[in-house]
């Protein structure tokens, strides 16, 4: 329904657009209407227009001057005080940087100095250590070798003593061994006689 509403509504508009152009008399195929005074009028304000941009640009271009004028005087003025500006920063960055050097050159001689100062310190400490460490290395292989030698003497003493144990229960066997054999050789002897 609505769909058939719109299209008539669609078809009203055109018709209604199209019919006095149409339903007006024609003449050698050109429609003529009243067009006159809307040309008129529409010239007045084309001509009113006209007059009024010319106001509009004539003010437009002093306006333009007068701010382009404003403009150099103001930018030739910045452009001076930058320029007073930059030379004062430079100077100072120079003031700046020579105080900075200075100070550098003062703290690397200091830190120079200090350097040299722990580096000799560092250098006796290092050397005293090293004499105190072969030092103490010396009473080490001394008491060590003493220690050897008295090892060595008390294992050779012990040797020499199991040594001699041994001897002493090897004879005692082979004595008792060889009563055993001879008790046994009588014990023999007798059974066969």
Avoid: H
């Amino acid at each position: 329904m609505l769909k058939i509403t719109a299209i008539a509504a669609a078809l009203g508009f055109l018709a209604f657009t199209t019919l006095p152009a149409t339903s007006a008399p024609v003449v050698n195929g050109v429609v003529k209407t009243d067009l006159s005074a809307a040309k008129k009028k529409k010239a007045k304000a084309k001509k009113k227009m006209e007059k009024k941009s010319e106001l509009t640009s004539d003010l437009s271009a002093a306006k333009k001057k007068k701010a382009k004028a404003k403009k150099m005087k103001k930018s030739e003025l910045t452009s001076d005080l930058s320029a007073a500006k930059k030379k004062k920063a430079k100077a100072k960055k120079m003031k700046k940087s020579e105080l900075t050097s200075d100070l550098s050159a003062a703290k690397k001689k200091k830190a120079k100095a200090k350097k040299m100062k722990k580096s000799e310190l560092t250098s006796d400490l290092s050397a005293a250590k090293k004499k105190k460490a072969k030092a103490k290395k010396m009473k080490k292989s001394e008491l060590t070798s003493d220690l050897s030698a008295a090892k060595k003497k008390k294992a050779k003493a012990k040797k020499m003593k199991k040594s001699e144990l041994t001897s002493d229960l090897s004879a005692a066997k082979k004595k008792k061994a060889k009563a055993k054999k001879m008790k046994k050789s009588e014990v023999i002897y007798q059974i066969a006689a």
